[in-house]
């Protein structure tokens, strides 16, 4: 039976002043089908992760989640219909511990409201311990829970990369999109990655991933698109595309050759 189309992008153009980010891409993610988006630096991923995620506004084209079209709304809006992402540079609360950085993607309805925190009612104090416990789970996936008290900003980088990706994924989202998640991790950090990676995709989770380490998207993505200068050049799986020459002229002429 063919899969779910759960992300549609149709004809999707942005420009910043005379420069044409993203020009007319179309593509479709199937629900839970790991796709990867690729292509040079400066290619136009992170600019259609913004367009997604509703950091950005297109010029042209259409973008629908799950039948509805999200274009244009803002994003929290999004994020609430499900879509979570990381930030190619990080982007996470780093005055707050780490626990507190996942406390504050679970869901509301785990958390104490407004009257339970004021008032200390005692259901403020059972939420809270909910809520603590969830996220504690969340942060073992990668390992980190029993760093949970540190503050973000003492983890080491590759430590607050995963942190940034369990805050997304507290949030519950159907589709997860991941800028470079891999970039800065070591060769063990990155295997780590991986296994969650398929693990969450197994549970449900789509996953929508700009990664520049080749050997990692080719392991990992069962769909691969490749942009170059914010056009859409090849789709398909890892084996045709790296077979395809438009695409291995594309990287034999950029920093970030496919090696
Ligand atoms: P990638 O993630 O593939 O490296 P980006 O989407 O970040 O590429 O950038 C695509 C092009 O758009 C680049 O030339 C970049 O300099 C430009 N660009 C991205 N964001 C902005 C912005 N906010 N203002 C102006 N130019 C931008
Ligand atoms: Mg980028």
Redesign the pocket.
Known sequence: MPKKVLLKVENLTKT??G?K??SNVSFEVHQGVITALI??????????F?LISGH?SPDKGQIYFAGQRIDGLPPHQIARLGIARTF?NIEIFGHLSVLENVLLAISPRLRPNLWETALRLPSFFSKEKKACKEALRYLKLLELDHLAHASAASLPFGLQRYLEIIRALATQPRLLLL?EAASGLDGSEKALLVQLIRQICAQGVTVLM?EHDMNLTMDLAQEIIV?DQ?KKIAQGAPRKIQRDPKVIAVYLGSDHAAD
């Open positions: 910043f002043g420069l980010a993203v292509g040079p630096n400066g290619s136009g991923k992170t600019t259609i913004n950005l190619q800028d700009v942009l914010g």
